[in-house]
T-cell receptor, first 117, second 111 residues
Framework: DADVTQTPRNRITKTGKRIMLECSQT?????MYWYRQDPGLGLRLIYY???????NKGEISDGYSVSRQAQAKFSLSLESAIPNQTALYFC????????????????FGPGTRLTVL | KNQVEQSPQSLIILEGKNCTLQ??????????LRWYKQDTGRGPVSLTI?????NTKSNGRYTATLDADTKQSSLHITASQLSDSASYIC??????????FGKGTTLSVSS
């Protein structure tokens, strides 16, 4: 979805390096999420944010941190990258407005393929 | 434990044929179930979303069914096309905020 963009699209880094993945959205959604996807596994939630002042840990937050710089921007950092953080990372957004019930449909970005050597 | 199980893990069919993908879940409390299509190297894109009161929903050649009593869902693809080759992910929204993702079924449509 072109409304959710991620940079970089591909990144190769070395063990111990700090790396930041960025996500921007033009959908005007309040909620943003970071997931990782590994071969043979479902997407797993790393962190999520319901607004600029709200940050929550997901299922697998260890080794990661996030920053919600603005409603439209949500970045994911790996403080000291390790090889088992090699994965495909997705940012997603959603907007639970009154009247939409419990749908909470999420819109995903194109992903960032991260390789840690 | 909240889980979403999909079958088969992978499937190969000829162009023009129909196929059905299965999803069983144990997520509680249940809010809604959605099917996503994920092309290789791309982010998932929503195909259908169903609440417990909806037992069928269509999106073009894609038809999803939901049986909330047995906690089963299926995604039926009619007259498959080469562009249907992708991973199909079943996702259950646990009431509140959490999405529980299945591992996906990889569909390959060959000519």
């Amino acid at each position: 979805d072109a409304d959710v963009t991620q940079t970089p699209r591909n990144r190769i880094t070395k063990t111990g390096k700090r790396i930041m993945l960025e996500c921007s959205q033009t959908k005007g959604h309040d909620r943003m999420y970071w997931y990782r996807q590994d071969p043979g596994l479902g997407l797993r939630l790393i962190y999520y944010s319901f607004d600029v002042k709200d940050i929550n840990k997901g299922e697998i937050s260890d080794g990661y941190s996030v920053s919600r710089q603005a409603q439209a921007k949500f970045s994911l950092s790996l403080e000291s990258a390790i090889p088992n953080q090699t994965a495909l990372y997705f940012c997603a957004t959603s907007d639970l407005r009154p009247g939409q019930g419990s749908y909470n449909e999420q819109f995903f970005g194109p992903g960032t393929r991260l390789t840690v050597l | 434990k909240n889980q979403v199980e999909q079958s088969p893990q992978s499937l190969i069919i000829l162009e023009g044929k129909n196929c059905t993908l299965q999803c069983n879940y144990t997520v509680s409390p249940f809010s809604n179930l959605r099917w996503y299509k994920q092309d290789t190297g791309r982010g998932p894109v929503s195909l259908t979303i169903m609440t417990f009161s909806e037992n069928t929903k269509s999106n073009g050649r894609y038809t999803a069914t939901l049986d909330a009593d047995t906690k089963q869902s299926s995604l039926h693809i009619t007259a498959s096309q080469l562009s249907d080759s992708a991973s199909y992910i079943c996702v259950v929204n646990q009431a509140g905020t959490a999405l529980i993702f299945g591992k996906g079924t990889t569909l390959s449509v060959s000519s």
